[in-house]
């Protein structure tokens, strides 16, 4: 794996484990593995109506895991659904074509170097993948 892979910006953010933990209280859960690695994520959302209020999140996995789910934490809460959509749509077109939509979520530019390597795009999309299935719960 190339340093780059691993900047100092994701392992800062894998470290503050921004969201870590459960919530009690949660209105929704989503629990995703990746079978190639070993990952896994555990979202837990409140959401009021199409905001969410609140998140949480528990990850066995890799940095790159760890670092996604910390920014979810850091980004979404406040949002309302369709903002939130548009956040996975954009780390998205980050890992399949290595590029944000112009001017938005900038935040996001630190997982760049993971659109390189395609093994490890999962790591970065997996936790994205279980705040989507949870916010899309009744």
């Known amino acids: 794996m190339s340093a780059s892979l691993y900047n100092d910006a994701l392992v800062r953010l894998a470290r503050l484990s921004l969201g870590k933990g459960r919530l009690a209280s949660a209105s929704a ?3 995703l593995d990746n079978p190639l690695c070993g ?3 555990t979202i837990d959302v409140a959401m009021e109506g199409d905001r969410l209020v609140g998140l949480a999140h528990e990850v066995k996995g ?10 979810i934490a850091e980004l979404f809460p406040g949002k309302q659904r369709s903002e939130i959509k548009a956040g996975i749509a954009a780390i998205s077109q980050l ?6 939509p112009a001017g938005q979520w900038p935040a996001m ?11 490890r795009r999962n790591c970065v999309l997996l936790p994205f993948r279980a705040l989507e299935r949870a916010i899309d719960q009744p």
């Open 62 to 71: 890799c940095l790159l895991c760890e670092a996604a789910a910390s920014t």
């Open 95 to 100: 890992m399949q074509e290595g590029t944000l």
């Open 109 to 119: 530019e630190v997982f760049t170097p993971v659109h390189s390597t395609r093994s």
């Open 29 to 31: 859960t989503s629990t």
């Open 39 to 41: 990952d896994r994520v």
